[in-house]
């Protein structure tokens, strides 16, 4: 396999206008899956139109919405302009989910810049009276970022939200259950945690530590996808807030991980990006994994 990884496709103008030509979707263009399980849309996440063409008649069990933390388009916008662009979508979102459904949004928090746009995007969501908060997860990256004048950071932040009353099936992680302790008294018996539950391994809680960050050696890496999210992680959110067969929504495909997810987990994804080449990465990396079997380029990418 070559070893011809390309640079930030986020940042690196020359490269974009190469490969913009080799691009199948122009903006507002969608992309059926010859399957008949996917749509990938080139498509704008805050534009009613544009997600009522993607939809139609079709309500998703799950979102899954990995936005730009304070990127529109590539251009810096100020947090009151991200928090006026973020009600947007995520009241579209609300009006395309079944009545029981969850939602799931990964959130920045600029530890330099008043942890922004976290807690003006949390304090927004109260706007929303469908959705319910339910759990703030925290996923640890193992490389992190920093000075020796500050802790490192090593986190990524995950807001999950409900509507209705929606199922949700409990996920377990590959860490053995060794520590003995939290006593508790069942049935007139005295029983530890190690006693209690259905599986030998630990139950994931609302701080990953087991997920690897996605970097160039893996298998699943997507070349030019800065801060490509773990297919681990999207699978354990699908896998505890959604069924076979039902359908996933993600306003921002990027890398196709969501997609490539839903393939696995046999769901059915509806995906959009505005930017054509990642529509374009995300068609290429489901027709990649279904060719080869393999979920990423490692070394390699996807216009090679």
């Given at each position: 396999?070559?070893?011809?990884?390309?640079?930030?496709?986020?940042?690196?103008?020359?490269v974009r206008e190469k490969l913009l030509p080799q691009c199948r979707l122009a903006p507002g263009e969608?992309?059926?899956?010859?399957?008949?399980?996917?749509?990938?849309?080139?498509?704008?996440?805050?534009?009613?139109?544009?997600?009522?063409?993607?939809?139609?008649?079709?309500?998703?069990?799950?979102?899954?919405?990995?936005?730009?933390?304070?990127?529109?388009?590539?251009?810096?916008?100020?947090?009151?302009?991200?928090?006026?662009?973020?009600?947007?979508?995520?009241?579209?979102?609300?009006?395309?989910?079944?009545?029981?459904?969850?939602?799931?949004?990964?959130?920045?928090?600029?530890?330099?810049?008043?942890?922004?746009?976290?807690?003006?995007?949390?304090?927004?969501?109260?706007?929303?009276?469908?959705?319910?908060?339910?759990?703030?997860?925290?996923?640890?990256?193992?490389?992190?970022?920093?000075?020796?004048?500050?802790?490192?950071?090593?986190?990524?932040?995950?807001?999950?939200?409900?509507?209705?009353?929606?199922?949700?099936?409990?996920?377990?992680?590959?860490?053995?259950?060794?520590?003995?302790?939290?006593?508790?008294?069942?049935?007139?018996?005295?029983?530890?945690?190690?006693?209690?539950?259905?599986?030998?391994?630990?139950?994931?809680?609302?701080?990953?530590?087991?997920?690897?960050?996605?970097?160039?050696?893996?298998?699943?890496?997507?070349?030019?996808?800065?801060?490509?999210?773990?297919?681990?992680?999207?699978?354990?959110?699908?896998?505890?807030?959604?069924?076979?067969?039902e359908l996933v929504l993600d306003f921002f495909a990027h890398s196709g991980t969501t997609l490539i997810?839903?393939?696995?987990?046999?769901?059915?994804?509806?995906?959009?990006?505005?930017?054509?080449?990642?529509?374009?990465?995300?068609?290429?990396?489901?027709?990649?994994?279904?060719?080869?079997?393999?979920?990423?380029?490692?070394?390699?990418?996807?216009?090679?």
């Amino acid at each position: 396999m070559k070893n011809n990884p390309l640079p930030r496709l986020d940042s690196d103008q020359d490269v974009r206008e190469k490969l913009l030509p080799q691009c199948r979707l122009a903006p507002g263009e969608v992309w059926q899956d010859p399957e008949g399980r996917h749509r990938v849309g080139c498509l704008d996440a805050a534009c009613g139109e544009h997600i009522a063409e993607l939809m139609g008649t079709h309500r998703a069990r799950l979102a899954v919405h990995d936005p730009p933390y304070n990127l529109v388009v590539f251009e810096e916008r100020k947090v009151h302009e991200f928090i006026a662009w973020s009600k947007q979508w995520v009241a579209l979102t609300g009006e395309y989910l079944a009545a029981d459904a969850s939602l799931y949004i990964w959130l920045g928090a600029d530890q330099n810049e008043h942890f922004q746009p976290l807690p003006d995007f949390m304090v927004m969501m109260r706007e929303f009276q469908e959705f319910q908060s339910r759990s703030f997860v925290t996923l640890r990256n193992q490389r992190g970022y920093g000075t020796q004048k500050n802790w490192m950071a090593v986190r990524q932040e995950l807001l999950y939200y409900t509507k209705g009353h929606p199922a949700f099936e409990v996920q377990y992680t590959d860490i053995p259950k060794i520590l003995r302790g939290y006593y508790k008294e069942v049935n007139g018996q005295r029983t530890e945690n190690t006693e209690r539950g259905k599986s030998e391994n630990i139950r994931a809680s609302n701080v990953w530590v087991d997920i690897q960050q996605v970097f160039y050696r893996m298998a699943e890496n997507v070349s030019g996808c800065y801060a490509q999210k773990p297919l681990k992680a999207i699978e354990r959110i699908i896998a505890a807030s959604s069924s076979p067969n039902e359908l996933v929504l993600d306003f921002f495909a990027h890398s196709g991980t969501t997609l490539i997810a839903c393939e696995q987990l046999g769901r059915s994804c509806f995906t959009i990006d505005i930017d054509p080449i990642f529509c374009e990465i995300t068609i290429r990396r489901l027709e990649h994994l279904r060719k080869t079997g393999q979920t990423g380029w490692q070394n390699s990418q996807p216009f090679e």
